[in-house]
């Protein structure tokens, strides 16, 4: 049989869908790997689960959504130390930091930044999980969550800014060794930046003020 032009490109075509295919196979570990270090830990998996599903959420991230400053104090203490800071993730399942570290000791009171209404109070693989829904922030509106707290509310209950809503517990997952509270921010199914809820008053010092000298002399001639 002779072979024509038509027949040998014919065969062309048909090694390059091949290669097509070989290469697509090839890539094909990465992602059943991926899948079976994430069913190597289905604590940590089942845990994070937990906590976005009290929350309401999935895990994505919106670092441009507005956010009103309608906090009027920071949950722990007068103005706590940011241990790890707001990490949007690329995408919806990859890594990051969904909310805020703040410094604080084992049994300091937590409060409600704002007024709002207790969307979800309970315990997320062994953690106590707080979550409020602020008043007058949209629909949906935006959600608080404060973890690891051991809840003085109950869902349902109506909170005030500054009302204690529980008191911080001992260990927890983002801070090991040490306590620290983990507070998160969210609308619908998208997290936000919780310490873009601070005006600037609270989110940074005031500026530098000269305070009055008593009991030292003026110098000669000075009026």
């Given at each position: 049989?002779?072979?024509?032009?038509?027949?040998?490109?014919?065969?062309?075509?048909?090694?390059?869908?091949?290669?097509?295919?070989?290469?697509?196979?090839?890539?094909?570990?990465?992602?059943?790997?991926?899948?079976?270090?994430?069913?190597?830990?289905?604590?940590?998996?089942?845990?994070?689960?937990?906590?976005?599903?009290?929350?309401?959420a999935r895990g994505r991230a919106g670092p441009s959504?507005?956010?009103?400053?309608?906090?009027?104090?920071?949950?722990?203490?007068?103005?706590?130390?940011?241990?790890?800071?707001?990490?949007?993730?690329?995408?919806?399942?990859?890594?990051?930091?969904?909310?805020?570290?703040?410094?604080?000791?084992?049994?300091?009171?937590?409060?409600?930044?704002?007024?709002?209404?207790?969307?979800?109070?309970?315990?997320?693989?062994?953690?106590?999980?707080?979550?409020?829904?602020?008043?007058?922030?949209?629909?949906?509106p935006l959600r608080t969550t404060y973890e690891p707290?051991?809840?003085?509310?109950?869902?349902?209950?109506?909170?005030?800014a500054g009302q204690i809503i529980g008191t911080l517990?001992?260990?927890?997952?983002?801070?090991?060794?040490?306590?620290?509270?983990?507070?998160?921010?969210?609308?619908?199914?998208?997290?936000?930046?919780?310490?873009?809820?601070?005006?600037?008053?609270?989110?940074?010092?005031?500026?530098?003020?000269?305070?009055?000298?008593?009991?030292?002399?003026?110098?000669?001639?000075?009026?």
């Amino acid at each position: 049989m002779r072979w024509t032009s038509r027949m040998w490109m014919a065969v062309a075509v048909l090694l390059a869908a091949a290669v097509v295919v070989l290469l697509g196979a090839a890539a094909a570990p990465g992602t059943v790997s991926a899948t079976a270090s994430a069913a190597a830990a289905p604590g940590t998996a089942e845990a994070a689960r937990g906590v976005q599903e009290a929350a309401g959420a999935r895990g994505r991230a919106g670092p441009s959504e507005p956010v009103p400053a309608v906090a009027a104090l920071w949950p722990v203490g007068v103005r706590p130390v940011v241990v790890r800071g707001w990490e949007p993730p690329a995408t919806e399942y990859g890594p990051g930091h969904r909310g805020v570290d703040l410094a604080a000791a084992a049994g300091a009171p937590v409060r409600a930044v704002a007024p709002g209404r207790v969307s979800f109070a309970g315990r997320v693989a062994g953690r106590g999980v707080i979550a409020v829904e602020l008043d007058g922030t949209g629909d949906p509106p935006l959600r608080t969550t404060y973890e690891p707290v051991r809840a003085e509310v109950e869902k349902g209950d109506e909170v005030a800014a500054g009302q204690i809503i529980g008191t911080l517990e001992p260990g927890g997952s983002h801070c090991p060794g040490t306590a620290c509270l983990h507070w998160g921010l969210l609308r619908g199914e998208v997290y936000l930046n919780p310490l873009s809820l601070l005006p600037p008053w609270l989110l940074h010092k005031g500026p530098s003020r000269l305070l009055p000298v008593v009991g030292v002399p003026l110098p000669t001639g000075a009026q």
